[in-house]
């Protein structure tokens, strides 16, 4: 006879532990993960990246090509200077950029955070830090687990130093965008001004804090788009869903065993789908708030899929319809266009389309009258009535240009003692002083609409007209 | 030099604060104690309130984050009554005050802009109105400091003098333009009404305005002239040219600073001008203060050149 018998020791009971009042936030290790989904992540946070620290090196007509010089109120994107009348185009592109979210939360879900936005890229780029030194997860998992030792602490210093550096680097490329980054890098470290000390560093430390230690809880406390993006998901909308009917029920088997004959789904519950998750959620529970859409589990799963020789996609992009409905894939894609999506391009590509010929026909010159307040008017000479003007003449592009200034509105009505043209540099304003002499019996005493006229010289094009008011005084 | 009207507000100052900050401190550690974990299977202590039947609200104490949070403002509180005039008539440390940073701001600027100003303040006034950077620096000061009586133009207006023109109250030179800005002036002409009379009154308006050739009764004129020289010549001088001394304006040139009608003249003449202005109002002011030497150099050179017809370009 050969028994095995299992010893059983009394156990006493457990001192009673200090509970902690407040949920403890577990470390997440997330496993590597390779893929289709995996590349396109890896593919926008190059595009991304590239961007987003070469832009500032850009020149353009012996400036920064991208610079928001906020000291002088100017924006400079390549040819465009925004001066702060611009505000409107802001204003579009905030409004753009709120409806291309809604549109593509409506179709896929949250794709913004699992690919683009800022705080899954930089976490991206510090996870490979932290893979290249520490190992994938179980090294991980090991390492923290292990009592502190020069081997530790010369992995954790090295990571660390990697991740400043890196958040050091970006906080530099910000304030670059505000500063002319070459003269940043020039004043480093000691000659930087207190705002661009202290920018630098907070944006340093707010990439290192963000991607390196909170990760996962930016998305899930502090993100508001996290929120408000799932009011926007239907019944249509593509998430990353578990296909709970082809894979239930669960369990582990070997790549031989027929499932069907041993009464199993096709999910061998290797928990692959969790590990690689970023936010330590179990997928095949449902939708979640937490799910960033990532895709990282599809990839994890069609892995193990392809191992043990069965269809892809037990983890896919799916609409909560398609899922109830075991539609086909051509099904689910139809819906794609649906009123609710087709109102948000229109509307997304009428906007954009209008503010591009905006844009376009955006006339560089801008005149503001200042009416001068001491004195509404005087008799200059006997008979002749003068009031005085400032008028602000802002050329908004970048070459300079000489504009002539002419008034209209009543007889006999000109400009005196002006030396005409008058000549403004590129991206400036120029105050003008200006005297308009009239009859004093040229209308009735009393205030009278007028305007001037200002035209660019040799560009019938740039032409301002600017309302204002003369005074024809009683006498 | 304290605010307070007596002693005891002081006291009611620092004790409020210190107070209300003890009190806070207290507040946190009486409510920040951590409460011991309820002995097993006991239910949580719990506020006491209970909705709809069975929802309660657990007692705990604050998060040891956010209670650390309320701290760090104690701190900072501390620290800030220690460096900063906040406990009642105490100075703070660092004796700071509005004033001084206002003060001290200035002569930041000043001393930033120093060189800039330093390379004209070496030039005769004649040289810097021929500079078009010092004319543009001028124009700037002269529309932030001067154009709101004067005009935008320096044009002036009713009551204050045209500085285009080549006629000056108090002379046109440059070092007299330097001496205006920085001195202000204020011209009073005294009335006269009771002396003149209404008659003599209209019979020297004639007369004035025979002066500058304006057309007026010759009769009048005729007897204006010797109340003229009796009542106004000492300051208007002998033939109505002025005095530059004492800013009497020249009545000879058909310059009118109040205008040239037969009512605005005898208005002047039989109530004065400037006789109950208090200094600062329709007087030029001093700029002294305001400006600076430097300034005023670069503004004197700006004006003078107004009525030079080479400069003026």
Not at chain 1, 219 to 232: H, N, W
Not at chain 2, 32 to 61: C, F, M, Q, S
Not at chain 2, 92 to 101: E, I, K, Y
């Amino acid at each position: 006879m050969d028994t095995k018998t299992i010893p059983i020791v009394a156990v006493p009971p457990a001192e009673p532990a200090e509970v902690s009042l407040y949920e403890i936030s577990r470390k997440i290790y997330p496993r590597a993960v390779h893929g289709w989904f995996a590349t396109w992540r890896w593919a926008l946070v190059w595009l991304t990246q590239i961007v987003f620290y070469g832009l500032p090196w850009l020149a353009w007509n012996g400036r920064q090509a991208v610079l928001f010089d906020l000291g002088a109120r100017k924006f400079a994107i390549f040819g465009l200077v925004f001066w702060p009348q611009d505000v409107i185009y802001l204003a579009v592109l905030l409004i753009l950029s709120a409806l291309a979210l809604f549109l593509f939360t409506a179709i896929a879900g949250r794709v913004w955070c699992g690919y683009a936005c800022p705080q899954t890229v930089y976490t991206e780029m510090f996870l490979w830090v932290e893979r290249r030194i520490e190992g994938d997860r179980l090294a991980r998992i090991r390492l923290d687990a292990e009592p502190l030792s020069a081997r530790k602490l010369g992995r954790k210093a090295a990571k660390h130093a990697i991740w400043a550096a890196i958040g050091l680097w970006t906080g530099i490329t910000f304030v670059g965008y505000f500063t002319p980054i070459r003269e940043l890098i020039r004043a480093m470290p000691f000659s930087l001004g207190p705002w661009e000390t202290f920018w630098v560093l907070f944006y340093g430390f707010a990439t290192y804090g963000n991607a390196g230690w909170m990760r996962e809880q930016v998305c899930k406390y502090m993100c508001p788009y996290a929120r408000f993006q799932s009011v926007m998901f239907d019944r249509d909308t593509l998430v990353i869903a578990y296909d709970a009917g082809r894979g239930e029920p669960r369990g582990p088997r070997s790549r031989k065993t027929d499932p069907k004959a041993a009464g199993l789904g096709h999910c061998v519950d290797c928990e692959i789908c969790v590990q690689v998750c970023p936010t330590g959620i179990d997928i095949r529970q449902g939708l979640q708030y937490e799910c960033i859409g990532c895709a990282a589990c599809i990839d994890g799963c069609d892995q193990v899929m392809e191992k043990m020789g069965y269809p892809k996609g037990l983890i896919r992009y799916a609409s909560e319809n398609a899922l109830e409905q075991h539609g086909g894939a051509r099904e689910m894609w139809r819906h794609v266009l649906r009123p609710r999506t087709l109102v948000y391009s229109a509307l997304l590509v009428a906007i954009a389309a209008g503010a591009g010929v905006a844009l376009s026909l955006r006339n560089p010159l801008k005149v503001d009258v200042l009416r001068d307040r001491g004195a509404l008017a005087r008799e200059s000479a006997p008979g002749l009535i003068e009031n005085v003007y400032r008028l602000q003449i802002m050329n908004t592009g970048e070459a300079s240009r000489t504009f002539t200034i002419r008034a209209k509105g009543i007889e006999g009505l000109a400009v005196v003692g002006l030396a005409q043209p008058v000549a403004v540099d590129g991206a400036a304003v120029r105050t003008v002083p200006i005297r308009l002499q009239a009859p004093a019996d040229a209308a009735a005493p009393g205030t009278h609409k007028i305007a001037f006229e200002v035209e660019a010289l040799g560009e019938p094009r740039l032409e301002r007209e600017e309302p204002s008011t003369f005074i024809l005084p009683r006498i | 030099m304290s605010d307070f009207t007596s002693g005891f507000w002081n006291v009611w100052v620092i004790a409020l604060t210190v107070g209300g900050i003890a009190f806070c401190a207290w507040l946190l550690l009486a409510t920040g104690r951590g409460i011991a974990p309820p002995p097993d299977g006991a239910k949580p202590d719990t506020t006491g309130h209970v909705w709809d039947g069975d929802l309660a609200e657990y007692n705990n104490p604050l998060p040891k984050w956010w209670s650390n949070l309320f701290w760090i403002t104690i701190v900072f509180a501390v620290v800030y009554l220690i460096l900063y005039p906040g406990l009642g008539t105490f100075k703070g440390v660092l004796d700071w005050s509005s004033t001084g940073q206002y003060d001290k701001e200035r002569s930041d600027v000043d001393a930033r802009v120093k060189p800039l100003y330093d390379k004209y303040a070496a030039l005769s006034v004649e040289k810097v109105a021929a500079d078009p950077e010092a004319r543009a620096m001028g124009e700037r000061l002269f529309l932030n400091n001067c154009a709101q009586c004067h005009g935008s133009d320096a044009g002036g207006s009713r009551g204050f003098p045209n500085l285009r023109d080549k006629d000056w109250l108090y002379g046109g030179d440059p070092a007299k333009i330097v001496e205006t800005i920085t001195g202000g002036r204020l011209g009073v002409m005294p009335p006269l009404g009771a002396a003149l009379g209404e008659q003599g009154t209209r019979d020297v308006v004639a007369y004035v305005r025979s002066l500058s050739g304006l057309p007026s009764d010759p009769l009048r004129a005729q007897i204006g002239k010797p109340l003229f020289a009796q009542n106004c010549a000492a300051c208007h001088g002998a033939d109505g040219t002025g005095n530059q001394a004492v800013g009497a304006p020249n009545l000879t040139d058909n310059v009118w600073l109040y205008g040239s009608s037969e009512a605005t003249i005898a208005e002047g003449i039989a109530k004065g001008r400037n006789m109950n202005v208090t200094a600062g109002m329709l007087a030029m002011p001093s700029f002294k203060d305001t400006l600076g030497d430097a300034r005023i150099h670069l503004v004197a050179a700006y004006v003078w050149g107004l009525s030079q017809p080479a400069a003026a370009k």
